[in-house]
T-cell receptor
Framework: DAGITQSPRHKVTETGTPVTLRCHQT?????MYWYRQDPGHGLRLIHY???????DKGEVSDGYSVSRSKTEDFLLTLESATSSQTSVYFC??????????????FGPGTRLTVL | DQQVKQNSPSLSVQEGRISILNCDYT??????FLWYKKYPAEGPTFLIS?????DKNEDGRFTVFLNKSAKHLSLHIVPSQPGDSAVYFC??????????FGTGTRLKVLA
């Protein structure tokens, strides 16, 4: 199993509060991703990073920001949480080489509830 | 606009029979495809991949077929086992570092 941890694993918060989710990897992979999983929508990309301090938006980035100050850590921040951001959040890592399977390996997920 | 579609939200199959999970895509630039399996309260785990230069890839009980002209891929599981009961996601990419995922199909294998 790829060395990916997410913290916290569960969080309940109130509307309007800031929330930060952390993803930590021990694989030294270049790419890191944040997805959310919702019923009927599958996995949707929020933001991704292709190196330290290099990030880009995914398909559902509104209301989210990210930061990557070290190779191993990728933070997802909800500046002011809303009920529509209640979801399960997954971090993933990848080391795209064009030679292997170039797959993404996923963390265990964080269940976030915004009341 | 859903670029990757899994039109069957759920599928039930008898143990020992074949499970066929389908995935359709719209973007002709997609050239690399992945299948993931997801158990409840866990992250998705990689199953099998296929490149657009191939039309079939096998790994044990799992085979993925790609029909580029129809923009369609399918995952075959033979024989199906109760432990295969999970949600299956297909994913497609044009650039290898960024994937679009389908909405998933929940497979239930009946003992």
């Amino acid at each position: 199993d790829a060395g990916i941890t997410q913290s916290p694993r569960h969080k309940v918060t109130e509307t309007g509060t800031p929330v930060t989710l952390r993803c930590h990897q021990t694989e030294n992979h270049r790419y890191m991703y944040w997805y959310r999983q919702d019923p009927g929508h599958g996995l949707r990309l929020i933001h991704y990073s292709y190196g330290v301090k290099d990030t880009d938006k995914g398909e559902v980035s509104d209301g989210y920001s990210v930061s990557r100050s070290k190779t191993e850590d990728f933070l997802l921040t909800l500046e002011s949480a809303t009920s529509s951001q209640t979801s399960v959040y997954f971090c993933a890592i990848s080391d795209v080489t064009g030679k292997g399977t170039d797959t993404q390996y996923f963390g265990p997920g964080t269940r976030l509830t915004v009341l | 606009d859903q670029q990757v579609k899994q039109n069957s939200p759920s599928l039930s199959v008898q143990e020992g029979r074949i499970s066929i999970l389908n995935c359709d895509y719209t973007n002709s630039m997609f050239d690399y495809f992945l299948w993931y399996k997801k158990y409840p309260a866990e992250g998705p785990t990689f199953l099998i991949s296929i490149s657009s230069i191939k039309d079939k890839n096998e790994d044990g009980r799992f085979t993925v077929f790609l029909n580029k002209s129809a923009k369609h891929l399918s995952l075959h599981i033979v024989p199906s086992q109760p432990g295969d009961s999970a949600v299956y996601f297909c994913a497609a990419s044009a650039f290898r570092y960024k994937y679009i995922f389908g909405t998933g199909t929940r497979l239930k294998v009946l003992a």
